[in-house]
């Protein structure tokens, strides 16, 4: 059996130990025996490693580094969520890197490229709002209620087959027609594609960066503005209340001038990004937008292109929330009142 150096130390520190136990005048004996063995032995055990190949080229350490590489990678982890084959789920994976210092290469580590998603997904999940979204997909997306549902799960299939070049989503109309549950479902696709995901809901989210972030207004955009791939919610959402709809202003749904410049800050840099993906539902469509802010809506239109710019239209007509409600209500009274099984979709709850 081949002995370490380390070894062979301690066991002469062991007989060394044994040998106090003898008398004062035998010990000088069996100290000098013990050197004597001591050295032999360090003499061989050099002589041995000197025979050993060792790793001499740098092909070879790169290879010697592979195999150490190869070895780790292959172990499973156990990260919760979607099974990662590339890092066995640990999140982290080896690759040989050259350390010119040492001309030698060192098993470096390095984030697995699902991280990004798999944490995009848990901070979803954390959310209020996630649980909710992680049920909304496109396969369970309504399509019943005519031709127009149909055409925007098609265009949103084909978006997400490319959304990686950099493409923009917009669909703007009516409350209730399904335009969040589209928009996350698109989330749910390029989750699976490893595309970290910011969701924005932008009733609350803008209104905590107007009020509340103002010492620190741009360090609180950061998130938004560099998201890989950001979904805003209900942009520039009409806030009505009973006070301004009975009042004689004919711009009641205008936007203020915080939220403008505020939807503007994170629209353009994400346009001037070409790279990142933004997905944007709104009850206004893009001309509505113009007359908001002409240069806002420009930059939305140009990155959209022309095939994924929806329009619902037909304000009030498409709200499926609203139907599925008015048709409950109109039941007969006589009796218990039954709901009709066809008019619940849970998929729908808050959508």
Same mark, same amino acid.
């Given at each position: 059996m081949v002995q370490t150096l380390g070894q062979i130390m301690d066991q002469a520190q062991s007989r060394r130990f044994h040998a106090g136990r003898s008398a004062r005048s035998s010990e000088d004996g069996l100290s000098q025996m013990d050197a004597s063995v001591l050295l032999? =032995?360090?003499?061989?055990?050099?002589?041995?490693? =000197?025979?050993?190949k060792q790793p001499e080229t740098l092909a070879e350490k790169r290879v010697a580094c592979?195999?150490?590489?190869?070895?780790?990678?292959?172990?499973?982890?156990?990260?919760?969520?979607?099974?990662?084959?590339?890092?066995?789920?640990?999140?982290?994976?080896?690759?040989?890197?050259?350390?010119?210092?040492?001309?030698?290469?060192?098993?470096?580590?390095f984030p697995c490229r699902c991280m990004p998603a798999r944490l995009a997904k848990q901070r979803l999940l954390l959310s209020g709002?996630?649980?909710?979204?992680?049920?909304?997909?496109?396969?369970?997306?309504?399509t019943s209620q005519g031709y127009w549902q149909n055409s925007m799960k098609t265009d949103a299939a084909?978006?997400?087959?490319?959304?990686h070049q950099g493409h923009w989503f917009y669909i703007g109309g009516d409350a209730g027609s399904g335009k969040s549950h589209l928009c996350a479902g698109i989330m749910q696709e390029l989750l699976r594609l490893e595309m970290s995901c910011t969701w924005m809901d932008w009733v609350d989210d803008s209104t905590r960066a107007i009020s509340g972030w103002r010492t620190e207004y741009d360090a609180a955009l950061d998130p938004w503005r560099r998201a890989p791939v950001l979904i805003i919610d209900d942009?520039?959402?009409?806030?009505?209340?009973?006070?301004?709809?009975?009042?004689n202003n004919g711009n009641n749904n205008l936007p203020k001038e915080e939220s403008l410049k505020l939807a503007y800050s994170i629209i353009n840099y994400r346009y001037n990004n070409p790279r990142l993906v933004t997905i944007i539902s709104s009850e206004h469509n893009l001309e509505t937008l113009e007359g908001f802010d002409k240069a806002?809506?420009?930059?939305?239109?140009?990155?959209?292109?022309?095939?994924?710019?929806?329009?619902?239209?037909?304000?009030?007509?498409?709200?499926?929330?609203?139907?599925? =409600?008015?048709?409950?209500?109109?039941?007969p009274a006589a009796g218990q009142l039954q709901i009709p099984e066809e008019f619940i979709d849970e998929s729908l709850a808050g959508v």
């Open positions: 032999t =032995q360090i003499k061989q055990r050099m002589e041995e490693l =000197q025979q050993e592979q195999v150490e590489c190869d070895s780790y990678n292959q172990r499973e982890g156990e990260l919760p969520g979607d099974y990662c084959e590339k890092c066995k789920s640990k999140g982290r994976v080896l690759r040989p890197v050259f350390e010119k210092l040492y001309n030698d290469y060192a098993a470096t580590s709002i996630g649980p909710m979204l992680m049920k909304c997909t496109l396969d369970n997306f309504d084909k978006f997400v087959t490319m959304a942009f520039l959402k009409p806030i009505r209340s009973a006070r301004n709809s009975n009042s806002m809506a420009s930059r939305i239109e140009h990155r959209c292109g022309p095939d994924f710019v929806l329009d619902n239209g037909k304000a009030g007509e498409r709200n499926v929330r609203y139907r599925y =409600q008015f048709k409950i209500e109109k039941q």
